[in-house]
């Protein structure tokens, strides 16, 4: 089965909208790439805005196009929505105008930080041309902005290269938002080469209005693929809809005039030609035309559903066979069910459409339509093995695991849940496994127990990717070791922070498994306000584990953390975690090879290593001694401590390379400073790019500078992650990730 995954230089209040610029097009080089935007677009838009080509702009939730203003965006615009609590839409009025022209080279793209259905509320656009309810006058069900009216050459803009991805926000049970909805838009409006991507309401829906549209394509989108009612009556020419196998959507087009009026004037009669739609496999209707709608569809292949064409009610089956409606040129891969009786299948064959037309969806790849259809080619996210999001899923992953267990060679599961491989079990992952942790309220994380093993080995070129469906920082909970080496609480045994699960003994060769070219992203899940997860957690661990390039990325929490233990580890890499990149406490004593953290610059990061021997008794043992070497840390220009040693830790570190923070190197308590006078601890070889701080004054910058090879260079810098791999010729493959 496939499954999917999947929101300042300066500022300015630019005509009557929100827009908070990040930064001038000449110090961007206007590319404005993920994370770094051109402006923030929030509010009301009452006079004209143009968005320039190339950049990258961040919506921050309602963004509403006024009477008398128009939202022009240039080719190559991105418009990524926020992921956070507040709906993001784009609302366009009556009387307001947007003018997106993409090309097919560069079209535009409005798509969400989460890359999921449903993330946001998609475009709304409300014109002025008849539609048929109560009154002759409705409102959005997204804004609440009146439409409708009797102007049917009204004109809203222009849409020419446009994709929208992951929209579908659901504002309650009974609103959804579409890709793109056309409320009484108008035949003045130009609509052409747009694609609705991954939505989780429909794609495309028409509410009345007599708007045309071309080229228009619509991939796995949750409900219906196209939907009208309320009475449209414009052209449609060159439809592609695809649902991908076993994904959950409705019809390929959902047709009504009016729900409470089936009679209702003006009647929904759109003219349509040239349509390719392919179903999911399902039993939902592929073309389900109902409700007094009538309509002309000429060529068309419909497939993949078990039922490709319903007609229902009798104003719309009379329409039919009284020649009103016309169904010419179609090809179905089965037969037209009628609900009424009035017009049958017999009557479609009569009418020389086919039935007997054995197409599936495996008929229909990306690069084949692209082949038959090559207006498509270029502007659109492809699907399946083109490069969709979908994953051959596996199995899933959850519960208690009290047996052996191995994860197939290439292979893609999901974790739902806790995942706990429980004393005398082994977790076997094999080179290339990808693991998902699913977005739901649920907490995902996986937790070996003590006399548990994870056995997690990849290659440099296959790594073991554990990843999140909603890729953002803190989706769900990591990795959680317990061993039984030795750690200095209280009683010589803790629980770890995530599932409560003892860690802590006397076995300092304890073994856990191994973990060797593993990556795990996103990972920093908020179990509370005390408690957010790390990449992976080390608790007890001891030395007869094997851990070794490893990476934890863009996670909440900690990249690596270690309560106590002996575990040693090797070619280790942080990239942008919120918290510390490594941190250590309760008395680790491991030695760590190898090892980089890189903050990017201005991203919300604390220290890139802090280090404890116990919050609560400094003096405490077996006291954390680390033995360190080959170290390249680079801070996001931030103020906060870059290497934190303190409450009570000892550590031997040699060849260190630390910057890119005001205090590169603080070293605090009277355990720790002495520990570093005496020669207890050690630090050699380390060239910082700030003078080192002493809090207690005992080991202070003199000592430090007097020690072998060590420096203070103020130049000490690297322009980017690319500068730091030159500078570490270990850090090489697809492991390291993009």
């Not at 829906?205 to 989108?221: D, K, L, P, Q």
């Not at 601890?681 to 007097?706: C, H, R």
């Amino acid at each position: 089965m496939k499954l999917f995954y999947g929101k300042f230089i300066s500022m300015a209040l630019i005509a009557g909208m929100t827009l908070f610029t990040a930064c001038d097009d000449e110090e961007n080089g206007g590319n404005g790439g993920d994370g770094d935007y051109a402006a923030t677009l929030s509010g009301d838009v009452t006079e004209d805005v143009t968005l320039t080509s190339g950049n990258t702009y961040e919506l921050n939730g309602s963004y509403t196009v006024k009477d008398g203003a128009t939202l022009t965006i240039e080719p190559g615009v991105k418009i990524v929505a926020v992921y956070d609590d507040i709906v993001d839409y784009i609302l366009v009025e009556q009387g307001g105008k947007i003018n997106a022209v993409g090309t097919a080279d560069a079209p535009i793209v409005m798509t969400s930080e989460q890359e999921m259905p449903g993330s946001w509320g998609g475009i709304h656009i409300c014109g002025k041309a008849p539609i048929n309810v109560e009154g002759g006058t409705g409102l959005s069900e997204i804004g609440e902005a009146v439409y409708g009216g009797n102007e049917n050459t009204d004109n809203s803009g222009t849409l020419k290269y446009v994709r929208v991805e992951y929209t579908g926000y659901a504002f309650n049970d009974e609103t959804e938002s579409n890709g793109i909805t056309f409320y009484g838009v108008g035949s003045g409006t130009d609509i052409s080469y747009c694609q609705a991507y991954r939505g989780k309401d429909d794609g495309f829906e028409f509410f009345g209005g007599t708007v045309n549209v071309s080229n228009m394509v619509v991939i796995s989108c949750g409900d219906d693929s196209f939907d009208w009612t309320e009475g449209w009556t414009g052209r449609g020419d060159n439809w592609i809809a695809v649902q991908e196998e076993g994904e959950d959507c409705d019809c390929l087009i959902e047709a009504d005039n009016n729900s409470n009026d089936f009679a209702a004037s003006p009647v929904s009669h759109p003219v349509l030609s040239n349509l390719l739609l392919v179903g999911n496999g399902g039993d939902a209707q592929g073309v389900r035309l109902r409700a007094g709608t009538q309509v002309e569809i000429d060529k068309a292949i419909v497939c993949g559903k078990a039922l490709p064409l319903t007609v229902e009610t009798t104003e719309t089956e009379n329409a039919l066979k009284d020649g009103t409606s016309k169904l010419s040129n179609i090809q179905l891969s089965g037969v037209l069910a009628s609900e009424n009786g009035i017009y049958t299948n017999d009557d479609f064959t009569a009418d020389g459409n086919n039935n007997q037309v054995n197409q599936t969806f495996d008929a229909f790849t990306y690069e084949s339509i692209c082949e038959d259809y090559a207006w498509v080619a270029g502007w659109t996210h492809s699907w399946g093995d083109g490069g969709s999001t979908s994953e051959e899923v596996a199995g899933e992953l959850s519960g208690d695991l009290t047996g052996e267990m191995t994860l197939a060679a290439g292979s893609t599961y999901m974790l739902n849940g806790e995942y706990h491989v429980k004393a005398g079990a082994t977790l076997n992952i094999e080179e290339g496994v990808t693991i998902i942790s699913i977005y739901d309220d649920i907490t995902d994380y996986i937790l070996v127990e003590q006399g548990g093993k994870i056995n997690a080995v990849g290659t440099a070129d296959a790594p073991i990717v554990m990843t999140a469906q909603d890729k953002k920082a803190g989706a769900w909970g990591g990795i959680h070791i317990c061993g039984n080496a030795p750690i200095n609480v209280l009683g010589g045994t803790g629980s770890s922070e995530i599932g409560g699960a003892s860690y802590g003994g006397s076995t300092a060769n304890d073994n856990s498994g191994t973990l060797q070219y593993v990556r795990v992203e996103y990972t920093g899940y908020s179990l509370n306000e005390e408690t957010e997860s790390n990449g992976i957690s080390f608790y007890g661990v001891g030395n007869g584990t094997t851990v070794d390039h490893c990476v934890a990325a863009n996670g909440k929490d900690d990249g690596f953390e270690f309560f106590g233990g002996t575990v040693n580890i090797s070619n280790m890499v942080v990239i942008d975690c919120g918290d510390d990149s490594f941190d250590w406490t309760e008395g680790w004593s491991g030695r760590g090879t190898n090892l980089v953290a890189y903050q990017s610059t201005g991203n919300d990061c604390d220290c890139l290593i802090e280090a404890d021997n116990n919050g609560t008794d400094f003096g405490a043992s077996p006291v954390s001694h680390p033995t360190l070497s080959n170290l390249v840390l680079v801070g996001n220009g931030g103020d906060a401590q870059g290497v934190r040693l303190r409450a009570g830790t000892q550590v031997t570190m040699d060849n260190a390379r630390i910057c890119g923070k005001a205090l590169p190197l603080t070293v605090e308590t009277s355990e720790t400073e002495n520990a570093l006078k005496d020669g207890t601890s050690k630090l050699t070889n380390v060239t910082i790019s700030a003078e080192m701080q002493s809090k207690e004054g005992i080991y202070t910058p003199a000592d430090f500078l007097a020690g072998e090879g060590n420096a203070v260079d103020a130049n000490l810098a690297y322009a980017d992650f690319n500068a730091v791999k030159e500078a570490c010729d270990w850090l090489d493959g697809a492991w390291i990730g993009e």
